[in-house]
Protein backbone atom coordinates (compact mmCIF):
# COMPACT_ATOMS: atom_id res chain seq x y z
CA UNK A 1 0.00 0.00 0.00
CA UNK A 2 1.83 3.39 -0.72
CA UNK A 3 1.63 5.97 2.06
CA UNK A 4 0.54 9.69 1.25
CA UNK A 5 2.45 12.50 1.93
CA UNK A 6 5.85 12.19 2.26
CA UNK A 7 7.13 15.60 3.33
CA UNK A 8 5.06 18.71 5.02
CA UNK A 9 7.17 21.80 4.52
CA UNK A 10 5.60 25.33 5.07
CA UNK A 11 5.04 27.53 2.65
CA UNK A 12 6.28 31.18 1.54
CA UNK A 13 2.74 33.80 0.68
CA UNK A 14 4.40 33.92 -3.08
CA UNK A 15 5.59 30.49 -3.33
CA UNK A 16 5.09 26.90 -2.26
CA UNK A 17 8.29 24.87 -1.88
CA UNK A 18 9.01 21.95 -1.36
CA UNK A 19 12.45 20.96 -0.22
CA UNK A 20 14.30 18.51 1.60
CA UNK A 21 17.18 18.29 3.58
CA UNK A 22 19.68 15.55 5.02
CA UNK A 23 23.04 14.34 5.41
CA UNK A 24 25.24 11.28 4.28
CA UNK A 25 24.90 8.16 6.62
CA UNK A 26 23.02 8.88 10.12
CA UNK A 27 25.56 7.95 12.85
CA UNK A 28 28.49 10.47 12.52
CA UNK A 29 26.53 13.97 13.44
CA UNK A 30 27.34 14.60 16.93
CA UNK A 31 25.28 18.12 16.61
CA UNK A 32 22.16 16.16 16.45
CA UNK A 33 22.55 14.79 20.01
CA UNK A 34 24.03 17.98 21.44
CA UNK A 35 27.48 16.66 21.14
CA UNK A 36 27.71 13.78 22.46
CA UNK A 37 30.35 11.50 21.08
CA UNK A 38 28.58 8.41 19.90
CA UNK A 39 26.66 7.42 17.30
CA UNK A 40 23.81 8.77 16.49
CA UNK A 41 20.64 6.35 16.17
CA UNK A 42 18.88 6.61 13.50
CA UNK A 43 15.52 7.26 14.94
CA UNK A 44 17.23 10.13 16.78
CA UNK A 45 18.26 11.59 12.69
CA UNK A 46 15.09 11.34 11.87
CA UNK A 47 13.55 13.73 14.60
CA UNK A 48 15.40 16.64 12.60
CA UNK A 49 15.83 15.11 8.82
CA UNK A 50 13.20 13.59 6.36
CA UNK A 51 15.59 12.09 4.39
CA UNK A 52 18.92 10.75 4.64
CA UNK A 53 21.33 9.39 2.05
CA UNK A 54 22.86 5.25 3.04
CA UNK A 55 26.17 4.33 1.82
CA UNK A 56 26.35 0.84 3.06
CA UNK A 57 24.77 -0.75 -0.28
CA UNK A 58 27.89 0.49 -2.32
CA UNK A 59 29.95 -1.60 -0.37
CA UNK A 60 27.46 -4.64 0.16
CA UNK A 61 23.78 -4.79 -0.67
CA UNK A 62 22.06 -5.26 2.47
CA UNK A 63 19.70 -8.21 2.79
CA UNK A 64 15.63 -6.97 3.12
CA UNK A 65 15.47 -7.86 6.79
CA UNK A 66 18.18 -5.00 7.17
CA UNK A 67 16.08 -2.47 4.96
CA UNK A 68 12.85 -3.34 7.70
CA UNK A 69 14.60 -2.86 10.80
CA UNK A 70 15.92 0.66 9.12
CA UNK A 71 11.95 1.47 8.21
CA UNK A 72 10.84 0.55 11.50
CA UNK A 73 12.74 3.24 13.31
CA UNK A 74 11.28 5.79 11.32
CA UNK A 75 8.01 7.84 10.68
CA UNK A 76 5.87 6.54 7.24
CA UNK A 77 6.86 9.53 5.57
CA UNK A 78 10.68 9.23 6.12
CA UNK A 79 12.65 8.58 3.05
CA UNK A 80 15.96 6.86 2.02
CA UNK A 81 18.80 7.37 -0.92
CA UNK A 82 20.36 4.37 -2.00
CA UNK A 83 24.14 4.48 -3.36
CA UNK A 84 24.45 1.72 -5.67
CA UNK A 85 26.57 -1.02 -5.24
CA UNK A 86 29.86 -0.78 -6.56
CA UNK A 87 29.25 -3.50 -8.99
CA UNK A 88 26.87 -1.55 -10.32
CA UNK A 89 28.83 1.93 -11.08
CA UNK A 90 31.72 0.13 -12.68
CA UNK A 91 34.22 0.61 -9.52
CA UNK A 92 35.80 -2.14 -9.83
CA UNK A 93 36.95 -1.95 -13.56
CA UNK A 94 40.61 -0.87 -12.73
CA UNK A 95 41.30 -3.74 -10.18
CA UNK A 96 42.73 -7.01 -11.08
CA UNK A 97 39.42 -8.47 -9.89
CA UNK A 98 36.75 -6.93 -11.92
CA UNK A 99 34.01 -8.17 -12.29
CA UNK A 100 32.30 -9.99 -15.20
CA UNK A 101 28.98 -9.29 -16.57
CA UNK A 102 26.96 -12.07 -14.94
CA UNK A 103 28.46 -10.96 -11.39
CA UNK A 104 27.38 -7.00 -12.16
CA UNK A 105 23.80 -8.32 -13.59
CA UNK A 106 23.73 -10.68 -10.52
CA UNK A 107 24.35 -7.17 -8.47
CA UNK A 108 21.46 -5.60 -10.02
CA UNK A 109 19.32 -8.20 -9.48
CA UNK A 110 19.76 -8.72 -6.09
CA UNK A 111 19.90 -4.73 -5.51
CA UNK A 112 16.24 -4.49 -7.18
CA UNK A 113 15.02 -7.29 -4.97
CA UNK A 114 16.64 -5.33 -1.98
CA UNK A 115 14.59 -2.07 -2.59
CA UNK A 116 11.36 -3.71 -2.87
CA UNK A 117 10.17 -2.94 0.83
CA UNK A 118 10.64 0.24 0.46
CA UNK A 119 9.05 0.91 -2.77
CA UNK A 120 6.05 -0.97 -1.89
CA UNK A 121 5.70 1.96 1.27
CA UNK A 122 7.18 5.08 -1.17
CA UNK A 123 10.31 5.41 1.37
CA UNK A 124 13.07 5.08 -1.83
CA UNK A 125 13.82 8.87 -2.57
CA UNK A 126 16.15 7.46 -5.07
CA UNK A 127 19.10 5.33 -6.15
CA UNK A 128 21.84 7.11 -6.47
CA UNK A 129 24.86 6.24 -8.94
CA UNK A 130 27.61 7.71 -8.10
CA UNK A 131 29.95 6.75 -11.03
CA UNK A 132 34.04 7.07 -10.88
CA UNK A 133 36.20 9.42 -12.14
CA UNK A 134 37.29 7.41 -14.99
CA UNK A 135 33.71 6.91 -15.59
CA UNK A 136 33.72 9.25 -18.66
CA UNK A 137 31.66 10.11 -21.65
CA UNK A 138 31.90 7.77 -24.51
CA UNK A 139 29.48 5.39 -26.59
CA UNK A 140 30.03 2.32 -23.61
CA UNK A 141 29.16 4.27 -20.92
CA UNK A 142 26.35 6.28 -22.92
CA UNK A 143 25.13 2.67 -23.76
CA UNK A 144 25.44 1.34 -19.84
CA UNK A 145 23.32 4.47 -18.74
CA UNK A 146 20.67 2.25 -20.67
CA UNK A 147 21.43 -1.24 -19.37
CA UNK A 148 21.00 0.49 -15.71
CA UNK A 149 18.02 2.17 -16.70
CA UNK A 150 16.87 -1.62 -18.12
CA UNK A 151 18.33 -3.61 -15.16
CA UNK A 152 17.08 -1.26 -12.57
CA UNK A 153 13.07 -1.12 -14.52
CA UNK A 154 11.10 1.61 -15.12
CA UNK A 155 9.68 2.47 -11.58
CA UNK A 156 13.00 2.75 -9.67
CA UNK A 157 13.80 6.08 -9.11
CA UNK A 158 17.34 6.76 -10.05
CA UNK A 159 20.15 9.62 -9.74
CA UNK A 160 23.63 9.91 -11.60
CA UNK A 161 26.74 11.68 -10.25
CA UNK A 162 29.27 12.56 -12.99
CA UNK A 163 32.88 13.26 -11.88
CA UNK A 164 34.31 13.06 -15.30
CA UNK A 165 33.77 16.58 -16.90
CA UNK A 166 33.73 15.19 -20.09
CA UNK A 167 29.74 14.92 -18.94
CA UNK A 168 29.25 18.68 -18.43
CA UNK A 169 31.07 20.13 -21.28
CA UNK A 170 28.90 22.70 -22.90
CA UNK A 171 28.65 21.49 -26.22
CA UNK A 172 27.22 18.52 -24.68
CA UNK A 173 25.41 20.08 -21.60
CA UNK A 174 21.74 19.81 -23.91
CA UNK A 175 22.56 16.24 -25.43
CA UNK A 176 23.34 15.01 -22.00
CA UNK A 177 20.38 16.14 -20.51
CA UNK A 178 17.85 15.45 -23.25
CA UNK A 179 19.44 11.56 -22.68
CA UNK A 180 18.40 11.61 -18.85
CA UNK A 181 15.53 12.77 -19.32
CA UNK A 182 14.38 9.87 -21.48
CA UNK A 183 15.82 7.43 -19.53
CA UNK A 184 14.00 9.30 -16.33
CA UNK A 185 17.06 9.87 -14.38
CA UNK A 186 17.77 12.46 -12.32
CA UNK A 187 21.30 14.91 -12.43
CA UNK A 188 22.70 14.99 -9.57
CA UNK A 189 23.74 19.33 -9.31
CA UNK A 190 27.61 18.57 -7.06
CA UNK A 191 29.28 20.94 -5.31
CA UNK A 192 32.82 19.86 -4.99
CA UNK A 193 36.73 20.89 -6.28
CA UNK A 194 37.59 20.68 -9.54
CA UNK A 195 39.64 20.95 -11.94
CA UNK A 196 39.89 20.20 -16.19
CA UNK A 197 40.94 16.27 -15.30
CA UNK A 198 38.53 15.50 -12.50
CA UNK A 199 35.54 16.91 -10.71
CA UNK A 200 32.88 18.50 -12.61
CA UNK A 201 31.17 22.30 -11.93
CA UNK A 202 28.53 23.22 -10.33
CA UNK A 203 25.61 23.05 -12.89
CA UNK A 204 21.95 23.40 -11.88
CA UNK A 205 20.92 21.38 -14.58
CA UNK A 206 16.86 19.48 -14.20
CA UNK A 207 16.14 16.83 -15.84
CA UNK A 208 13.01 15.29 -14.53
CA UNK A 209 10.68 17.06 -13.16
CA UNK A 210 10.06 15.27 -10.09
CA UNK A 211 13.05 16.15 -8.52
CA UNK A 212 16.36 17.98 -8.71
CA UNK A 213 18.54 17.28 -6.20
CA UNK A 214 22.23 18.34 -4.77
CA UNK A 215 25.16 16.97 -3.17
CA UNK A 216 27.60 19.28 -1.13
CA UNK A 217 31.03 17.83 -0.80
CA UNK A 218 32.73 21.15 0.14
CA UNK A 219 35.86 22.94 -1.41
CA UNK A 220 38.77 21.65 0.24
CA UNK A 221 40.64 21.29 -2.88
CA UNK A 222 43.59 20.26 -1.13
CA UNK A 223 42.29 17.29 0.89
CA UNK A 224 40.29 16.52 -2.16
CA UNK A 225 42.43 15.91 -4.84
CA UNK A 226 45.45 14.85 -2.57
CA UNK A 227 45.07 10.81 -2.46
CA UNK A 228 47.33 10.58 0.62
CA UNK A 229 47.17 7.78 3.38
CA UNK A 230 44.55 10.90 5.29
CA UNK A 231 42.68 10.91 1.84
CA UNK A 232 39.31 9.56 3.37
CA UNK A 233 39.24 11.66 6.32
CA UNK A 234 39.89 14.83 4.49
CA UNK A 235 38.49 14.48 1.59
CA UNK A 236 35.05 16.29 2.96
CA UNK A 237 36.80 18.68 5.71
CA UNK A 238 35.16 21.99 5.18
CA UNK A 239 32.51 24.07 6.60
CA UNK A 240 30.37 25.95 3.88
CA UNK A 241 30.17 29.63 5.09
CA UNK A 242 26.97 31.86 5.31
CA UNK A 243 27.65 33.14 1.61
CA UNK A 244 28.04 29.97 0.20
CA UNK A 245 24.83 28.82 1.64
CA UNK A 246 23.15 31.52 0.58
CA UNK A 247 24.08 30.84 -2.93
CA UNK A 248 22.73 27.22 -2.62
CA UNK A 249 19.71 29.05 -1.04
CA UNK A 250 18.65 31.03 -4.11
CA UNK A 251 19.87 27.77 -6.63
CA UNK A 252 17.63 25.86 -4.27
CA UNK A 253 14.69 28.92 -4.66
CA UNK A 254 15.14 28.63 -8.41
CA UNK A 255 15.17 24.93 -9.31
CA UNK A 256 11.75 24.75 -7.41
CA UNK A 257 10.10 26.62 -10.74
CA UNK A 258 11.14 23.62 -12.78
CA UNK A 259 10.69 20.48 -10.26
CA UNK A 260 8.16 18.99 -7.81
CA UNK A 261 11.00 18.62 -5.02
CA UNK A 262 14.34 20.10 -4.56
CA UNK A 263 16.45 17.71 -2.05
CA UNK A 264 20.11 18.82 -0.68
CA UNK A 265 22.07 16.41 1.20
CA UNK A 266 25.15 17.28 2.58
CA UNK A 267 28.66 15.48 2.82
CA UNK A 268 31.12 17.89 3.72
CA UNK A 269 31.31 15.74 7.57
CA UNK A 270 35.18 14.66 7.51
CA UNK A 271 35.02 18.08 10.42
CA UNK A 272 31.70 16.95 11.17
CA UNK A 273 29.84 19.94 9.62
CA UNK A 274 27.52 18.45 7.17
CA UNK A 275 24.44 18.99 9.88
CA UNK A 276 25.33 22.50 11.58
CA UNK A 277 25.30 23.11 7.35
CA UNK A 278 22.04 21.45 6.72
CA UNK A 279 20.31 23.14 9.47
CA UNK A 280 21.32 26.42 8.47
CA UNK A 281 20.33 26.05 4.99
CA UNK A 282 16.88 25.22 6.23
CA UNK A 283 16.69 28.19 8.69
CA UNK A 284 17.63 29.91 5.44
CA UNK A 285 15.17 28.64 3.36
CA UNK A 286 12.47 29.07 6.22
CA UNK A 287 11.49 25.08 5.74
CA UNK A 288 9.91 23.22 8.46
CA UNK A 289 9.35 19.20 8.18
CA UNK A 290 6.39 18.15 9.91
CA UNK A 291 6.24 13.98 10.37
CA UNK A 292 9.63 13.94 12.01
CA UNK A 293 10.47 11.29 14.86
CA UNK A 294 9.92 12.55 18.03
CA UNK A 295 13.00 13.87 19.94
CA UNK A 296 14.45 12.20 22.42
CA UNK A 297 14.32 13.54 25.73
CA UNK A 298 17.32 13.35 28.31
CA UNK A 299 15.87 13.81 31.31
CA UNK A 300 19.36 11.88 33.37
Known amino acids: MQRNSLVNWNKKEDDGLMITLGVTTWSE??????????????NEYAAH??????????????????????MRQVPESFQFI?????????????SQMAADDDQRRQAFNDYVKMLQPLMETNQLKTVLFQFPPYFQRNNDNI????????LMGRKVPIAVEFRNPTW?????QNSIKNYLKRLGMTFVIADEPHNLNDG????????????AMLRLHGRNAQGWFNQDKNWRSQRTLYKYSEDELKQF???????????????VIFNNNS??????NALQLKEMLHVSFNDLAPMQLDLF
Open 82 to 94: LKANQLMTKHDMR
Open 200 to 211: IELLPMVTTSKM
Open 271 to 276: GRDAAP
Open 29 to 42: HPALINGEERPVKL
Open 168 to 172: TEKSM
Open 143 to 150: RYLMTIRE
Open 249 to 263: ADIVTKLNKEVDEVC
Open 49 to 70: FPVVEVDNPFYGIPQEKTVRQW
